[in-house]
């Protein structure tokens, strides 16, 4: 396993649609592995293979991580291969969202409060799953990013704005460092 580099915003690659899984295969593995690693490293609860440069429907996710700060929680990776959502509810969650690509930002999102997504897991089989509340936030997050979306894009078009100049100019500063 090997821990790869997220990519932040502004980045083009970000905004690309990811393409579906036509094979399970080991090579598909190894990037849920590498992923899951990175996710944990972040530290994160959930991660697109989009984020690490790779335009394919994956992602890994363990919500149990951010549950309680001072305890080291059991792991519970879970891995969405072709994630589709096949029903969403009419109630709504908001919920205060962060994203890796968008380091030290966070914004309520209102999304529906649950969703059930049919998808391949780790081994190439298919499943279901209904989730609610902080789960269902996080596969609708993720979902997003292979679409190209962000959490960002749900906000005002100022507040968006204000976001990437911010990250922009973190950006420059971390690469002035590099340089020197
Ligand atoms: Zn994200």
Redesign the pocket.
Known sequence: MAIRKILTEPNKILREKSLRVENMSKDIQKLMDDMLETLYAAP?I???AI?VGVAKRVIVMDINRGRDKDKEPKKNPMYFVNPEITWKSEDQFTYE??????PNQFAEIERPKQCQVKHLDYNGNPQELKADGLLATCIQ??I??LEGI??IDYLSKLKKEMIIKKLSKQKKENMERIVV
Not at 97 to 102: H, M, Y
Request: include cysteine; proline fraction near 0%; charged fraction near 20%.
């Open positions: 994160g959930g991660l697109a984020q969202e962060g994203c890796l690509s968008v997050h993720e997003d990013h962000l959490f």
